[in-house]
């Protein structure tokens, strides 16, 4: 294969992994923030309390969703589709361990911030992967 198509290869991918994976992990999270946002949840219910707790509390809000995870998401899946492009797969531990380091504190009192970063983290990893794996696949 020569190195123009070799080139052009990672360069797609990489495209690939970046660009499409914004409109699929968004709507996949603005999914879950409709499902999440038409359930009432109480606060005895995240507090794990007896079901003797007031049932007039009103329901907690949504997240709204954690700043810069677009870019955030952007440069994830670029570092993990080019990790495995460039064979070497175990930087993709760095990759999720910088974010989760990252994203603590604003993630570590609010139980919807968290899942929806767990969620939006599973899937961009999921989708990086399958990019940079096919695209290997190809070369």
Sequence with gaps: ???LVHLA?????LAVSAGLGVPLVG???AHVRKKTSSRVVRPEELAG???????DEPALPVA??????????????????GAVLVGFPSAITAVVALKALGRFSEIRD????SEAFIIGSLASLLWAGTVGFAAEYLL
């Design 1 to 3: 294969m020569t190195t």
């Design 9 to 13: 290869v990672l360069a797609v991918s």
């Design 27 to 29: 709507s996949l999270l």
């Design 49 to 55: 309390s007896d079901a003797s707790a007031s049932r």
């Design 64 to 81: 709204p969703p954690l700043r810069g995870g677009l870019w955030i998401g952007v440069l994830e899946r670029l570092a993990v589709t």
């Design 110 to 113: 609010d139980i919807f911030a």
